[in-house]
């Protein structure tokens, strides 16, 4: 028990950073898109408590994956808000690997300090499962996930009505899938691949 409390108080700053850059990477490529919504609402930055969600913050603390309040987007502010509402959702997904990919030649380059520090090493080490856990859970194609994003340009504009509404119910159905162990299934084969490129 004690060790699991540990791990979880060493998890925090990944916690924190995870939720912080994912958002701030969405907001940032929006205003360059043309989208001042995330600024003006002062989450145009890397302020955790701005980003905070207690719900999806626990869920990575506790799993590794989970969820931060969603950045205010507008795509009538877009050139092409198809194509331009892809790419703010990527970025979240994008920040987030970046971090794990950095983090982790961090540790295969420079190991000494890490293993001098025990716990350092830990706090690495879940830097990298946590963001990459914060990246695949938000590419999961079910809003408001980034993923249901994503298939915005495949969907027919006559769809698009209906799947704004199912937008509505999206948050009971992702919960009741992580409480069934649907997402878990999902999600370990694809964070075992990119852990397992990235700690190699």
Not at 91 to 112: D, S, W
Not at 161 to 178: Q, S
């Amino acid at each position: 028990m004690s060790g699991q409390i540990a791990d979880i108080l060493l998890a925090l700053p990944a916690v924190l950073w995870a939720i912080s850059f994912h958002e701030f990477c969405h907001g940032w490529v929006a205003y360059q898109l043309g989208d001042p919504t995330a600024r003006d609402a002062g989450r145009l930055t890397l302020n955790p408590l701005a980003h905070f969600d207690v719900i999806g913050a626990i869920m990575l603390l506790l799993f590794h994956f989970g969820w931060a309040k969603p950045v205010p987007i507008d795509p009538r502010y877009f050139g092409k808000p198809r194509r331009d509402m892809v790419l703010v959702s990527v970025a979240g997904v994008a920040g987030n690997i970046f971090t794990a990919l950095v983090v982790g030649l961090i540790l295969r380059f420079f190991p000494g300090p890490f293993m001098a520090s025990p716990a350092l090493g830990r706090v690495m080490i879940l830097m990298v499962y946590v963001n990459v856990g914060l990246a695949v859970f938000n590419l999961i194609p079910i809003p408001p996930l980034d993923g249901s994003k994503l298939i915005y340009p495949l969907l027919p504009r006559s769809w698009m009505k209906g799947w704004f509404y199912l937008e509505r119910y999206g948050m009971i159905v992702l919960l009741l899938l992580v409480a069934v162990g649907v997402v878990g299934a999902i999600m370990r084969p694809v964070m075992y691949l990119f852990l397992r490129l990235i700690l190699a």
